[in-house]
């Protein structure tokens, strides 16, 4: 009997071309008894085609189907044959690629989505609608691109997430590959196993393929293993398995125990393996007796032992067994004092081997550059405190799942607690390489020179580990993105609160601009790195993208970096990173609060996808309050809400040297959430000459060194009022 029959029920359909069809799969021309329900466990076999070629039984986008080229018991995956999408500059067009798959996930351990091109920004959907993700590509000359590396420039790729059942592919370009058409007329985006794919400078003149290898998780039933158990009718794990829940999507798997072999799904599917039938991978030095999922080993007449032949469970067979004791007794002695020695140099080695380990990683993570900045005096660095590995393990209870709050471009953030109670944030790299290391002691660098009390405070990092940490203290109200977008809070955000907001973000990036010590581009200014305390009081995060400008400069050139939606289009086109680049960020976020919709959004028409222009457009076409959230729209604050969107307009403008500074930005701010707070808000709905009356006599604002904006009261402040009220207008 071959191999592939004892993987399917008797008289059904075994094979399809090279594919061994295993039950609880089975062929389209098989008896319903071949195979499970649902439909996705049926597979189609085009009999046509010589050798015959598997497909996946699933609702066709095209009509060839999914080709199956593999599907394993051992590890319940299957390889699938998926097609990549394209776009391209001349008149072949575009073709966008997408998949719908019944009961099977995607694999999120064993595939990457990868984006190839110059000019190129792609998003993975999932078709049930619960997520959408991507990632974007740019460069201006082939020269910058590197054979085999896909960290953003000519190929870029991002990981899967758990439990998507499908996908639809977009690709964009924001200049219409017009500067980049001579060597890449297309842009290439596809889901594929990791290893599959090797980047290469030629793939931007032509991908190779067509075609990608996807890998899909698969599992029976829609019910962990205990409560599968329950109905033993319907339990599908037979004798000598085991049975495991499923990690990806739903359902438990089965799999034969250690010494068996076979398919667990069939009534006695898992058959003992013979062990003494293979002797190089079963050693034995006696004579091999194969037993019921294990083998024994006996000593051949004449000699004494176990017949193991690596000892692991005895001395194995000594020949003349009468002087047994005398050679044990001989031997006692010397192997006591080897032991201990033994002991003794390998509790040497360990504490030697830890310790030179720890000097590595220190080294490697930054350390001497960091040790040197604490050695110096009078270095706001000489605050930071260097942790040891255990205190932080002992402070995330090693690490545990349920201690994450947060995962982001460069690493996972766990909330933990010290041994004086005070509750911290500690942010993990996600990789060990060049990259992350920089950006960690970057972050390390920026933090230590910023003294702002709307700044996450950056209390110390850890240098002993291989992946490099840093401790925060622990803000714990969430992201201004989750409250802008979760419904259940954005109605609690009054106008009031969005305008306090939006006042302290703009006088961190005023002070990172205009007073810390050595100006800092926050590069990467978005809600989600808003963090909010108890009190909705903003406090800035995550400056592993930031950069210090040297005194003697006004912008950097660097390789693009930020998030889609919020970046600088200038900044995007030039690779000049200038401090107005952070001002087009910070004015996709007041638009966010007046809004109340995402920065970036494939679930909108094309026309709304873009926040911001979809914002520009509807200002110039005077329908602003048709886009301003409700919440917004019932206080009645409406000429609150043309003073901020004209500022955001500002913001938004195309050319950078049009845009108002950031100290502009707080300055205006602060004086329109003075006036919210000295007149009422429903009250600020007054003539611009009535502003200027009222604040005349009243009101002036300044801003301390700190980059904290104050207000205060005196009879003739005209110098000041007239700037926060006629700036930029």
């Not at 439990?163 to 889901?191: H, L, M, Q």
């Not at 602060?670 to 000295?678: P, T």
Request: with cysteine.
């Amino acid at each position: 009997m071959m191999e592939a029959d004892l993987m399917t029920k008797p008289e059904c359909r075994s094979t399809c071309g090279s594919l061994i069809i295993p039950y609880p799969f089975g062929s389209n021309d098989s008896d319903p008894h071949c195979r499970i329900d649902p439909p996705s466990f049926r597979v189609v076999c085009d009999d046509s085609i010589n050798p015959p070629v598997p497909y996946m039984n699933r609702k066709p986008y095209v009509s060839s189907g999914l080709q199956i080229l593999n599907i394993s018991l051992e590890n319940h995956e299957m390889r699938v044959s998926v097609s990549t999408s394209r776009d391209c500059y001349d008149s072949s067009g575009s073709d966008w690629a997408a998949l719908g798959l019944a009961i099977f996930p995607i694999s999120s351990t064993k595939n990457k989505f990868t984006a190839v091109g110059c000019d190129t920004s792609a998003s993975f959907r999932d078709d049930r609608g619960k997520f959408s993700f991507g990632c974007m590509s740019s460069c201006s000359n082939v020269s910058d691109v590197i054979n085999g590396s896909c960290s953003g420039i000519g190929c870029c790729e991002t990981s899967i997430p758990r439990n998507s059942f499908g996908y639809r592919i977009s690709i964009e370009s924001i200049y219409n590959r017009s500067n980049v058409a001579d060597f890449n007329p297309c842009s290439y985006a596809f889901v594929a196993e990791i290893g599959s794919y090797n980047f290469s400078v030629g793939d931007l003149k032509l991908l190779k393929f067509n075609e990608s290898t996807l890998v899909l998780d698969w599992a029976v039933g829609n019910q962990t293993c205990e409560d599968a158990k329950k109905n033993s009718a319907s339990y599908m794990c037979k004798n000598n398995t085991a049975c495991t829940d499923a990690e990806n999507g739903s359902g438990y798997k089965c799999t034969c125990l250690k010494g068996y072999r076979g398919n667990p799904y069939l009534a006695n599917g898992c058959y003992d393996i013979d062990e003494c039938a293979d002797p190089k991978k079963y050693l034995c030095q006696g004579v091999c007796h194969n037993v019921e999922g294990s083998y024994m080993c006996s000593c051949p007449k004449g000699s004494h032992g176990n017949g193991k032949k690596d000892g692991r469970d005895g001395q194995g067979c000594i020949a003349n067994p009468s002087h047994l004791m005398e050679i044990l007794v001989g031997v006692a002695g010397a192997l006591i004092v080897l032991l201990f020695s033994i002991g003794f140099l390998y509790l040497g080695h360990k504490k030697m081997k830890l310790i030179r380990l720890k000097e590595q990683y220190f080294k490697q993570n930054g350390g001497l550059f960091l040790q040197k900045q604490l050695d110096e005096p009078d270095k706001p660095t000489k605050a930071a405190k260097i942790f040891s590995a255990e205190e932080l393990e002992k402070a995330t209870n090693n690490y545990n799942e349920s201690r994450i709050v947060g995962r982001g471009g460069y690493g996972t953030v766990y909330k933990g607690s010290l041994p004086n109670d005070m509750v911290v944030a500690i942010k993990k790299s996600k990789f060990v390489d060049r990259s992350q290391i920089e950006q960690f002691i970057n972050e390390v660098i920026v933090l230590s020179q910023i003294n702002h009390r709307n700044v996450v405070k950056l209390l110390g990092c850890c240098l002993e580990t291989e992946v490099p940490l840093l401790v925060y203290e622990f803000v714990n109200n969430g992201t201004l993105f989750d409250h802008i977008h979760d419904p259940n809070k954005s109605s609690k955000l009054s106008w009031k609160t969005r305008l306090r907001i939006a006042s302290e973000t703009a006088g961190v990036l005023s002070y990172l601009h205009s007073t810390a010590s050595i100006p800092i581009i926050h590069r990467d200014v978005k809600s989600a790195n808003i963090l909010l305390d108890a009190n909705y009081t903003a406090k800035v995060s995550d400056f592993g993208a930031s950069r210090l400008i040297p005194l003697d400069q006004t912008q950097l050139f660097t390789i693009v970096q930020g998030t889609w939606g919020y970046l600088d289009p200038e900044y995007l086109h030039t690779s000049q990173l200038t401090e107005k680049s952070d001002v087009y960020s910070f004015g996709v976020v007041l638009v966010e609060l007046l809004t109340g919709k995402k920065a970036l959004s494939f679930d909108r028409s094309e026309e709304e996808r873009s926040l911001a222009m979809y914002f520009l457009s509807s200002l110039k076409s005077n329908k602003l309050f048709q886009i301003v959230e409700q919440v917004i729209t019932n206080e009645g604050i409406n000429e609150q809400v043309r003073e901020v969107a004209n500022l955001a307009k500002r913001c938004l403008t195309i050319k950078g040297e049009e845009r108002p500074t950031m100290k502009e930005v707080a300055t205006e701010l602060e004086g329109l959430k003075a006036m919210a707070n000295h007149f009422g808000v429903k009250s600020t709905n007054v003539s611009g000459e009535e502003k200027v009356h009222l604040l005349g006599e009243k009101t002036y604002v300044s801003m301390d060194i700190s980059g904290t904006v104050n207000t205060g009261y005196t009879d003739s402040m005209e110098d000041h009022i007239m700037p926060i009220v006629n700036s930029g207008r």
